[in-house]
């Protein structure tokens, strides 16, 4: 039996980029010693079940999958229910309407320069974050902007693309609750009232970037942790600007690298796995499995980030 390499894509992410290149992008992605097999995907979750079906028959040795965040959150997922031993390089060409991941691997935006990658990549073993027993690519968030990405309209998504997100987090800052919450880290307690937290690995969320702190890395074993405190009016614009040049000396920002978290909070309360909904509840605890999951990157990632061939 020949070997596969599975292709996967949402064909309406984003603003359709990946359609009217398609054909460059298959022919970069032919190999002549395996069959390349499309499985475009039509609802939630074809693309997990697609990469379980093919790993599981132990023919596959490449996974390339195109679309936004969720479709590749789907793909990771789908890979990581299987057996390590059966998991294979991920070539990731974004095509959604923020890219946050990809673009924290220094992935080219252009889907079929992107997909060269398949050929003259380099495999870079990421991390990948278990909360609650679901899986995690770059961020698990609650309270503010953590519902920009999912409460907005796939349709305003691909008409104002990076736009869009910015309108929805705009209405958010215009309704902010807050959380009372204790985290509970291996070596520490964290107590209070907070606006935002997230537990992430990317230098990018909901397309803005460098509000995850300094020192980012994704294959480094650890998570970043970066919770808001409940300001006071007077406090909001020194906080926002501290935010935006990333000064986290701010006593309102709690950053800190994690390898796992405990967070209890008094009410019920949503969050955001990968820009999608994850659920609510009292309690959350997440945990980071280090290489975990490869991708194929570029090669001059090397100077970015602690990347190991």
Wanted: glycine share 10%.
């Amino acid at each position: 039996m020949r070997d596969k390499i599975l292709f996967t894509y949402n064909p309406n992410a984003g603003t359709k980029k990946l359609v009217p290149k398609l054909n460059d992008v298959i022919y970069e992605l032919i190999d002549e010693n395996s069959d390349l097999v499309l499985s475009p995907t039509r609802k939630r979750n074809d693309a997990k079940e697609a990469v379980k079906a093919y790993l599981n028959e132990g023919a596959c040795v490449k996974v390339v999958c195109s679309g936004g965040d969720g479709t590749l959150h789907e793909v990771v997922e789908g890979m990581m229910e299987c057996d390590a031993d059966k998991r294979v390089p991920i070539v990731y060409l974004p095509a959604g309407s923020t890219n946050d991941f990809g673009y924290s691997m220094c992935i080219p935006k252009d889907v079929v320069e992107a997909a060269k990658l398949s050929k003259n990549g380099m495999k870079y073993p990421c991390d990948i974050g278990c909360f609650n027993g679901k899986y995690v690519v770059y961020t698990a968030a609650f309270g503010l902007f953590s519902d920009v990405s999912y409460a907005t309209s796939q349709s305003l998504k691909n008409i104002f693309g990076h736009a869009a997100y910015v309108m929805n987090g705009a209405v958010a800052l215009t309704n902010v609750e807050s959380v009372a919450a204790t985290i509970t880290l291996p070596d520490e307690t964290i107590e209070g009232t907070f606006i935002m937290g997230m537990v992430v690995s990317a230098s990018s969320i909901g397309g803005f970037r460098g509000i995850t702190g300094p020192d980012v890395r994704l294959n480094d074993g650890k998570f970043e942790l970066f919770l808001i405190r409940e300001p006071s009016p007077l406090q909001v614009a020194g906080l926002l600007n501290d935010i935006r040049k990333g000064n986290f000396d701010n006593p309102l920002i709690v950053f800190r690298h994690i390898t796992e978290a405990e967070f209890d909070f008094e009410d019920e309360v949503p969050w955001t796995i990968d820009g999608e909904y994850g659920g609510s509840g009292l309690q959350a605890h997440i945990s980071v499995k280090k290489h975990a999951v490869t991708f194929m990157a570029p090669r001059d990632l090397m100077g970015l980030l602690s990347v190991h061939e």
